[in-house]
């Protein structure tokens, strides 16, 4: 069992009010609604498992919750991804957590809707603390866009991959168990992938631990002079190349060290965006429509949307907050 202590968490939990939540996911062009932790109890085509409080995410909520948050059940709807390209997940973030931002991908062998595994995880992208940039802890960029981008590797088998995005807050983590885990687990379909050959991969619980340096660690000795900081879970590890694969152009991902939200990552995901709208029609649950119109259950507005505006027949654009609104 994972060790981390409940005792410092419940007191944390009870200390900080407003956490946040992945409010939509942009794939290949389409929108696709998240599970909201204040909707009804029954929602509509969410790619992310159900869970039910904003976080944080801590073991003691039914043993499980470290792995896709406080709860673990399927969700029924897959959302097709062509590997390679970039996902973004858009939040209602907001408040400070400084800390590393993580994504990992599990092989579901078959549907996810029943894979309950922890793991094997596939860390494919991490960001933690770039004294380089003016904004050096991830979760702040994250915050100041609500949104971040994760580059799925052209290297995977085909198939369902749950992907599992998590946001570490350290601002309490120099107590043990304080440290605030912030994980969202969506189920994705992939196709076009190069069929490399797949990393290990590590199971959350057993290698997140109470005293990993990663995770119980004050945040204030983290700075410009003292950059150094190494979050749980180990390095990025990608699929090798697959036979016949083209060339690896953007192996310079793979270091943990590099801001990946401003190097080769946000090129590919401007392309993706801008080149494959059309693939919105293969969404399972909207109905799809042609040129600049939004699907369904899709983002229409919100701060940094620069997505269309104009709902499908049948919905209507609805603000949900300053960040987000869909067309429902
Ligand atoms: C824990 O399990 C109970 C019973 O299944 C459920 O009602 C509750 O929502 C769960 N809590 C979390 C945080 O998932
Ligand atoms: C995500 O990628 C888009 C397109 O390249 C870019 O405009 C945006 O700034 C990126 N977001 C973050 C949080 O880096
Ligand atoms: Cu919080």
């Not at 204040?38 to 003691?60: E, H, K, L, S, V």
Request: glycine fraction near 10%.
């Amino acid at each position: 069992m994972i060790l981390l202590s409940a005792t410092f968490s419940s007191l944390l939990v009870s200390l900080v009010s407003a956490h946040g939540y992945i409010t939509s996911y942009l794939i290949d062009g389409a929108s696709y609604p998240a599970w909201n932790p204040y909707g009804a109890a029954t929602q509509p085509g969410p790619i992310n498992r159900p869970f039910y409080q904003d976080g944080p995410a801590t073991p003691f909520e039914n043993g499980t919750a470290i792995i896709c948050n406080g709860n673990n059940l399927p969700t029924s709807t897959n959302a097709p991804v062509t590997a390679g390209s970039t996902i973004t997940t858009i939040w209602d973030w907001p408040s400070v957590h400084p800390g590393p931002v993580m994504g990992y991908l599990a092989k579901c062998n078959g549907p996810c809707a029943s894979f309950f595994d922890d793991g094997p995880w596939v860390k494919f992208q991490q960001d933690g603390y770039d004294a380089s940039l003016a904004t050096p802890w991830a979760e702040e960029r994250l915050r100041a866009a609500q949104s971040w981008n994760w580059t799925i590797p052209p290297e995977l088998e085909d198939g369902e991959y749950l992907l599992r995005t998590e946001i570490l807050g350290l601002h309490a983590a120099s107590n043990v168990g304080g440290a605030q885990f912030y994980p969202s687990c969506a189920h994705l379909v992939v196709s076009s992938g190069t069929d490399g050959a797949w990393p290990q991969g590590i199971h959350i619980d057993g290698a997140y631990t109470d005293y990993d340096p990663g995770i119980l660690v004050a945040l204030y000795t983290i700075t410009p002079e003292n950059p150094a900081y190494t979050p749980p879970g180990g390095p990025v590890l990608l699929p090798t190349s697959g036979a016949g694969a083209p060339p690896p152009s953007s192996t310079s991902s793979t270091s943990t060290s590099a801001p990946t939200q401003s190097s080769t990552s946000t090129s590919s995901s401007s392309t993706s965006k801008t080149t494959t709208t059309s693939t919105a029609t293969s969404k399972t649950t909207t109905t799809s429509a042609a040129g600049p119109t939004q699907t369904k259950y899709g983002q229409c507005g919100g701060v940094g949307w620069t997505g269309p505006t104009t709902c499908a027949s049948g919905s209507t654009c609805t603000v949900s907050n300053a960040y987000y609104s869909q067309c429902l």
